[in-house]
């Protein structure tokens, strides 16, 4: 294998880049290809290779921390993947700080998330197949944000969205897994087609598909292509990161094992939409009304969630809205472009912990409550899982904004920047983005005290509440470590680490509020939102639902958008399909079958005409012979004109 290093600075380790995709390639492709002779230490396997990529994240990571700022990219050219005509796509890797980030955040979360899923799935008879998968996905993920251009980065996309429909419908004989994983699978097609065209405008307009020739050629396109391209790749990001109009899939994925959910909604697949808009920020910051678009979607999406996962009653489906609501942040920060790309990636990583942790929380709850997953169902389980009741605090302070956690030194920023965006829209995204941490904190603190507080409401299949083991707690304490302090770490350093990347901090604009006020507000309507819903749930709920407002109808109702889809596009296709069908088999076969059988039925009545008797032959040349002497004897006499 040919391989060609360009570093800024000569440095032999990051030749090695490639063994990070590799290994858990290789785990996955060992567990599925050994079967059943790999079910008693595959599991182990898959954990180790995982953690492996993380340990040389870390070095390839420190590595790069000690060239100049300038030299902090490392490009491996491994073969030519396309060259045809005029196309030529390496398969390539870059390593830069940007890339190195997500590294660290796959790697490491997702190897928290294996080590948790060795308990998790300790009884489930594919346990080996669940983590043959898990590596796929995990090595497909970080093809993904390694790849040194956009067709590299499209290899990982569909690498991802085939391993996620295959974890997220692992229990496949359950109906409900089935139709998610396909509901996830059909969604993220469309945002893919997006991506697809949009990786041929670039061809089309710049003749490349490499990183730093679009970039650099980004100045010679026409503003409406910008806008179309960035539409294009705004598209593709808001099908694999849950935004409007693609979130109804995102929460349906919880009928995946929860390991799937922690990974996919908090480190993985979840993130890729705001990575290709991150790293795509040349195209989107060279047009203004693009990054409005990008804004848009994320203030709407954020509220969105929020409204909608106040109204929910399964753990999972809180968590997932939430999610939902959290990258509407980052798309937030990504849209306003400037110093704010590098404070949607903070949240983002952030996020990953907190997210993860609560995920992980989750799937301990129902451990120790065989499978429940109603919270009005819960109750006073502070008292018998020690462990997991302080560990999901933590992320409920994270994810809420309580300093000095890690939320607080995320989400604020990205509110702040709202407010600088320097046009009427301040007001308008600063407030939704205020708005949105007030409605975080009330239906994250329903979730947490239903849940671990208030009076035990316990059905009789799940009186006995216990703490999860070891195995799945250990990995629950060092997430919320994370949470406690990865936001301060990371605000402090990420910013500078991700310059090379994202260019120089420009002045921001004036802010319509005074920074300090804006940390005020935040707090007041954390602590406003906290305050209510432990004054209505800290007694618990009702235990059926109750008649509601039209509000509340709405949001458990996914405010309508499931039905939206399945009236303007399920049902139309359905009936698209039945008359397509239709029109194939009496149209098209039709005039077929009906060629083919006036063609055998005329052939069955000429056969009656040969009867193999000699005088019916005579006759019939006798009767042809009179009619010709007939017509000419006519045309003579003039009968015939």
């Not at 429909?165 to 699978?185: E, H, M, N, Q, V």
């Not at 602590?527 to 749930?537: D, E, H, R, S």
Request: charged share 10%.
């Amino acid at each position: 294998m040919e391989q060609t290093v360009e570093f800024a600075q000569a440095t032999g380790t990051l030749s090695g880049i490639w063994l990070l995709v590799a290994i858990p390639l290789a785990s996955a492709a060992v567990l599925l290809l050994l079967g059943k002779r790999a079910d008693k230490w595959g599991h182990w396997l898959g954990v180790l290779a995982v953690a492996a990529s993380f340990v040389l994240g870390l070095i390839f990571f420190f590595s790069l921390r000690g060239l100049a700022p300038e030299a902090r990219s490392a490009e491996l050219s491994l073969w030519d993947f396309i060259a045809v005509g005029g196309l030529n796509v390496d398969f390539g890797l870059l390593f830069d700080p940007l890339s190195g980030v997500f590294v660290l955040l796959i790697t490491g979360v997702g190897s928290l998330i294996h080590l948790y899923a060795v308990g998790y799935m300790e009884h489930d008879p594919g346990r080996r197949r669940f983590f043959a998968y898990f590596n796929l996905f995990v090595a497909a993920m970080l093809l993904l944000v390694l790849g040194n251009n956009y067709v590299m980065l499209y290899f990982g996309w569909e690498g991802v969205g085939l391993a996620s429909y295959l974890l997220i419908s692992f229990w496949y004989t359950r109906p409900s897994a089935a139709t998610a994983g396909k509901k996830a699978f059909l969604m993220n097609r469309v945002g893919d087609a997006g991506l697809a065209i949009g990786i041929f405008l670039m061809f089309a307009t710049l003749g490349t598909t490499q990183y730093d020739a679009v970039f650099n050629g980004v100045g010679a396109l026409t503003a409406t292509t910008v806008l179309i391209l960035g539409i294009l790749l705004l598209l593709g990001a808001a099908g694999k990161s849950g935004q409007f109009p693609l979130q109804a899939w995102l929460p349906d994925a919880m009928e995946g094992p929860t390991p799937v959910s922690a990974l996919i909604h908090a480190a993985t697949m979840v993130t890729a939409g705001v990575y290709l808009i991150a790293r795509s920020n040349p195209i989107f910051t060279a047009n203004h009304t693009l990054q409005t678009i990008v804004v848009s979607v994320g203030a709407l999406t954020l509220l969105m969630g929020c409204i909608i996962g106040a109204a929910k009653d399964d753990i999972k489906r809180v968590l997932a809205w939430s999610t939902v609501s959290q990258i509407g942040y980052m798309f937030l920060g990504v849209g306003l472009g400037g110093g704010a790309y590098a404070l949607a990636i903070i949240h983002l990583l952030a996020h990953g912990f907190f997210k993860a942790n609560m995920f992980l929380g989750a799937g301990s709850v129902m451990h120790g409550m065989h499978d429940q997953v109603d919270i009005r169902r819960f109750g006073g389980l502070h008292k018998y899982m020690k462990y997991t009741w302080i560990t999901f605090m933590m992320g409920w302070l994270a994810i809420i904004g309580i300093p000095p956690l890690s939320g607080y030194f995320s989400k604020e920023p990205i509110i702040a920047a709202a407010f600088e965006r320097g046009d009427w829209t301040s007001w308008l995204f600063g407030s939704a983005a205020l708005l949105g941490a007030g409605l975080t904190a009330f239906y994250m603190t329903r979730l947490f005290v239903l849940t671990f507080h208030g009076p035990e409401r316990y059905t009789e299949d799940n009186k006995h509440p216990h703490e999860s083991p070891f195995i799945m707690t250990v990995p629950l304490m060092l997430l919320a470590l994370g949470s406690i302090g990865a936001g301060w770490l990371m605000s402090t350093s990420v910013p500078g680490w991700l310059e090379p990347v994202f260019g120089a901090e420009e002045a921001h604009a004036e802010s319509v509020i005074p920074h300090a006020l804006i940390n005020i507000l935040g707090l007041v309507v954390t602590v406003i939102g906290a305050g209510l819903a432990w004054a209505l749930f800290r007694n618990g709920t009702a235990l059926q639902e109750q008649p509601a407002g039209a509000v509340v109808t709405a949001a458990r109702r996914n405010l309508y958008t499931d039905a939206f889809n399945e009236a303007v596009f399920e049902r139309p296709g359905i009936y698209l399909t039945r008359a397509l069908v239709y029109f194939d088999n009496k149209g098209i076969d039709g005039l077929v079958n009906g060629i083919a059988a006036g063609v055998g039925g005329s052939s069955g009545r000429l056969r009656r005409l040969q009867t193999g008797f000699v005088r019916s032959y005579a006759l019939s040349m006798l009767t042809g012979g009179v009619l010709v002497v007939g017509a000419f004897l006519a045309i003579q006499l003039g009968w015939l004109a």
